[in-house]
């Protein structure tokens, strides 16, 4: 046939080309007949041929971009570009950390840019990366994990960098692709342990450490066993009732063990309280004690503690002694508190009271054993008691008369 039509061609006149292609004869008659042969199939038939092979191209694209976006050197340049520009969002984002409370996302934020900022890092010009390599070794002891080592090269920087990642496997995206992630485990700690006061609640980065993180409580002081955290800086806060909160910044470098034991201060609204409180049941005995009436009718206003509530009755007992004698018509007639000045300090559970107090002491005293006589004193002293918070009132320790000599006159 082919025969034939040369024939027919050269009984017409026309001309065609002799060419050579590897060792293969090839003439433009050869290649018009072959297109011929596509001309002649059927319109349907050359579609069909037409978008399979656009579907096969679509799909070696497909497989090429997702190999290139879904793969282990992906997420380790990720990573690595957004450690150096200090986007620690980005970063975190490649990043798988065990599940804990501790490794949230706000906390390597905030850990990261803390520690950037103590190492001069933070601000400086985000490096370009010329070059950037991952090779895979040989990592039985990891399981399914896979440890690579990157080299890459900065521009402006003439020797490369070097450093080994390790990259796990996330779930699959699409199509057999899987989600690949950094375990940076050179960036956080395990088992830190830090002591804190036994009464205060404690706080690690705004989070409230529970009960279940508690290690042991002794000697009023309780010892917490963080899990994990961040390398990088920290808040560390404490609070106690009645007490200004204590917060500082630390910096975790390693799993050592932390102490923070703090002298908690009295807030200002709670020292008022305590120093009201002083002067209103000074006010409450004394006026008590000047009317003979019974330590029963004052008991509230010391502790409830068996031993405290004994000696409290005791010293009360000699005020009420230093008051007006009904037999001999002698002895104190009033007592009336003009100031008193309260300084209130930390000093365990308790809080120390030091209180100053100036008071009219109207005396009536015997003269010629038949008369008497009255007289009104102005008289100073200091009591040192201890407060406690009981049923939410502040109550006074039993040893309020410590020091006081009521007969004792000063002007």
Known sequence: ????????????????????????ETTELSVKIRAAKFRDLP?????????????????????MAGAYLYAPQAAGRNYVEACLAGDWNSAYDVCQFPDSTFLSRKNYVNAMTWKA????????????????????????????????????????????????LEIAAGDTVKWNFKEWYVVPKDSYVTDVEITVPADASFYLDGVQVGKKYLK???????????????????????????????REIILVQDNSSMEFLPDLKLNDSTGKTIAD????????????????????????????????QKNAKEQYQQLCDACLNSDTNTGITSITVSSVSTTV????KQMKIETNVTAAIERRTRFLHFFRKTKTETITWKIESAVTLEKETWVMGSDFLKGVDLGKQTG
């Open 277 to 308: 409180r002083v002067e209103e049941s000074l006010d409450k005995v004394f006026t008590a004690a000047a009317a003979g009436k019974s330590f029963s009718t004052i008991k509230n206003e010391f502790s409830a503690d068996t031993a405290v």
């Open 345 to 348: 300090t930390n000093e365990s």
């Open 216 to 246: 042991e409580t002794a000697d009023n002081v309780s010892i917490y066993k963080i899990p994990y955290l961040f390398h990088g800086g920290h808040t560390i806060e404490l609070t106690e009732k009645q007490k200004d909160p204590y």
């Open 117 to 164: 900022k103590q190492d001069g890092t933070d601000g400086q010009e985000t490096p370009e990366i010329k070059s950037f390599f991952m090779r895979r070794k040989q990592n039985p002891e990891t399981g399914e994990n896979r440890i690579y080592t990157v080299r890459y090269t900065l521009k402006g920087v003439s020797d490369s960098q070097e450093e080994t």
């Open 1 to 24: 046939m082919r025969k034939t039509m040369l024939q027919e061609w050269k009984r017409k006149g026309k001309k065609f080309r002799h060419e050579e292609k590897d060792g293969e």
């Open 43 to 63: 319109m349907s038939l050359r579609i069909l041929i037409v978008n399979l092979s656009l579907f096969l191209i679509l799909c070696a694209v497909f497989f």
